[in-house]
């Protein structure tokens, strides 16, 4: 058996990572792997391939401003693809995150369709079967062929043209008939709602959730990080995010965490992310900053007595399943994935926007704690990275018995 995945980027980022520990478990099982990825640096890794130029890649993202569709173009980087996969003869190809920019995944599907090769689409985000956007929040006319969209700009960054319909159409002619495509979704709130898509509806469904290291994210001693921060022995509310905004609208609700701490002005907000420079937060919260040590952020998970999460959406939340992983419980607002792969004892939701109960739920944890331990043992069992990878592989090894 081979496999060959193929994803936007290698090594880094969440799903980045996730594609490196599958290839590195597929290794260690004696089955031969392969990886395609098609933007970042170049590795020299062995059986791991970068198929698009960066300038390449930044010349098909600018033209898609004009043309109105996201995901066509790319016209000699997915030559590249194809001639690699070609030349790599995979029993199973497995897609990820293929967004990026670096391939045409209108023809990369018809392609595998035609050579019927035995595919994995895992769902990290919407955009396959919603054609456009990576979330469509409350919007549903990815039910019915999108078009005439009020966000296009927002969604498709098309400067002129609402592309949305005809986008919708290609992928929609892309996965028909393609009868060898397993969908697997990184949460049950995922899977549930790419059934309903007409573009995946009758295919073969499945739900694999993320895992994480749990040996780098478990209780760990955190003094020295108190007096590091300078924090003292005061509570702490944990907040990790890709990009930090105090903008109302911003997806990822970083406006309620500052709002919070605002109301809490004795409980220090710990705030790890990408942020603007002329962000001024209450005095209660520290921005961190972008973080890419693994060990550090184990740590504040660890030293928090619990995790914030208030995105608008998600698929799934790393930071979730990280912060439990540490001992930590979650407090947080209803998003869709997070809800319905949280450890329930361990974790409150709230309705998006509902500052006053996600206070309580918050204050509550500040009270009386679940035992760290307790915590982290039950979520070792839910989000290992090792669980993730048995799955898939077991998944792999069914395809090909068929």
Same mark, same amino acid.
């Given at each position: 058996?081979?496999?060959?995945?193929?994803?936007?980027?290698?090594?880094?980022?969440?799903?980045?990572?996730?594609?490196?520990?599958?290839?590195?478990?597929?290794?260690?099982?004696?089955?031969?792997?392969?990886?395609?990825?098609?933007?970042?640096?170049?590795?020299?890794?062995?059986?791991?391939?970068?198929?698009?130029?960066?300038?390449?890649?930044?010349?098909?993202?600018? #033209?898609?401003?004009? %043309?109105?569709?996201?995901?066509?173009?790319?016209?000699?980087?997915?030559?590249? #693809?194809?001639?690699?996969?070609?030349?790599?003869?995979?029993?199973?190809? &497995?897609?990820?995150?293929?967004?990026?920019?670096?391939?045409?995944?209108?023809?990369?599907? *018809? =392609?595998?369709?035609?050579?019927?090769?035995? %595919?994995?689409?895992?769902?990290?985000?919407?955009?396959?079967?919603? *054609?456009?956007?990576? &979330?469509?929040?409350?919007?549903? !006319?990815?039910?019915?062929?999108?078009?005439?969209?009020?966000?296009?700009?927002?969604?498709?960054?098309?400067?002129?043209?609402? !592309?949305?319909?005809?986008? =919708?159409?290609?992928?929609?002619? +892309?996965?028909?008939?393609?009868?060898?495509?397993?969908?697997?979704?990184?949460?049950?709130?995922?899977? +549930?709602?790419?059934?309903?898509?007409?573009?995946?509806?009758?295919?073969?469904?499945?739900?694999?959730?993320?895992?994480?290291?749990? %040996?780098?994210?478990?209780?760990?001693?955190?003094?020295?990080?108190?007096?590091?921060?300078?924090?003292?022995?005061?509570?702490?509310?944990? &907040? +990790?995010?890709?990009?930090?905004?105090?903008?109302?609208? &911003?997806?990822?609700?970083?406006?309620?965490?500052?709002?919070?701490?605002?109301?809490?002005?004795?409980?220090?907000? #710990?705030?790890?992310?990408?942020?603007?420079?002329?962000?001024?937060?209450?005095?209660?919260?520290?921005?961190?900053?972008?973080?890419?040590?693994?060990?550090?952020?184990?740590?504040?998970?660890?030293?928090?007595?619990?995790?914030?999460?208030?995105?608008?959406?998600?698929?799934?939340?790393?930071?979730? *399943?990280?912060?439990?992983?540490?001992?930590?419980?979650?407090?947080?607002?209803?998003?869709?994935?997070?809800?319905?792969?949280?450890?329930?004892?361990?974790?409150?939701?709230?309705?998006?926007?509902?500052?006053? %109960?996600?206070?309580?739920?918050?204050?509550?944890?500040?009270?009386?704690?679940?035992?760290?331990? *307790?915590?982290?043992?039950?979520?070792?069992?839910?989000?290992?990275?090792?669980?993730?990878?048995?799955?898939?592989?077991?998944?792999?090894?069914?395809?090909?018995?068929?």
């Amino acid at each position: 058996m081979k496999v060959l995945q193929v994803n936007c980027v290698y090594g880094k980022g969440s799903t980045g990572k996730l594609v490196r520990d599958i290839h590195m478990a597929l290794q260690a099982e004696k089955i031969a792997s392969a990886v395609c990825y098609g933007r970042g640096e170049k590795t020299d890794e062995p059986n791991v391939f970068k198929t698009c130029g960066e300038l390449y890649s930044k010349c098909n993202n600018l #033209l898609t401003r004009f %043309t109105g569709l996201m995901y066509g173009g790319c016209f000699f980087s997915t030559n590249r #693809l194809i001639s690699r996969i070609q030349k790599e003869r995979p029993d199973v190809v &497995h897609l990820h995150c293929i967004n990026g920019y670096f391939v045409n995944i209108y023809r990369l599907l *018809a =392609w595998l369709k035609k050579q019927r090769i035995k %595919t994995v689409l895992t769902l990290h985000a919407e955009f396959p079967y919603t *054609a456009n956007c990576g &979330h469509a929040l409350e919007c549903e !006319r990815w039910k019915t062929g999108c078009g005439s969209c009020p966000r296009f700009r927002q969604e498709t960054k098309s400067l002129l043209l609402d !592309r949305t319909h005809r986008s =919708w159409s290609k992928m929609y002619a +892309a996965f028909d008939g393609f009868d060898l495509l397993t969908v697997v979704s990184v949460s049950p709130w995922l899977r +549930a709602r790419s059934e309903c898509s007409p573009m995946l509806q009758g295919k073969r469904h499945a739900v694999i959730l993320n895992g994480v290291d749990i %040996t780098v994210f478990r209780p760990r001693e955190t003094d020295e990080l108190r007096k590091r921060l300078g924090i003292g022995e005061k509570r702490v509310v944990f &907040h +990790a995010t890709a990009s930090f905004s105090d903008a109302p609208a &911003h997806l990822k609700g970083g406006y309620y965490v500052l709002e919070l701490a605002k109301q809490m002005k004795n409980v220090v907000f #710990l705030v790890a992310g990408k942020h603007g420079s002329e962000l001024q937060p209450p005095e209660n919260v520290k921005l961190l900053g972008n973080l890419s040590d693994q060990e550090e952020l184990a740590r504040l998970y660890s030293l928090a007595d619990v995790t914030l999460l208030t995105s608008r959406r998600e698929t799934f939340s790393m930071p979730l *399943a990280e912060s439990l992983c540490c001992g930590t419980p979650v407090a947080g607002f209803c998003a869709g994935g997070p809800e319905s792969v949280a450890l329930h004892e361990y974790c409150s939701f709230s309705e998006y926007g509902d500052l006053r %109960t996600l206070e309580q739920n918050v204050k509550a944890y500040l009270r009386e704690a679940p035992a760290k331990d *307790a915590i982290a043992e039950k979520a070792r069992n839910s989000y290992s990275k090792e669980e993730m990878c048995r799955e898939y592989i077991k998944l792999y090894r069914d395809l090909c018995e068929r």
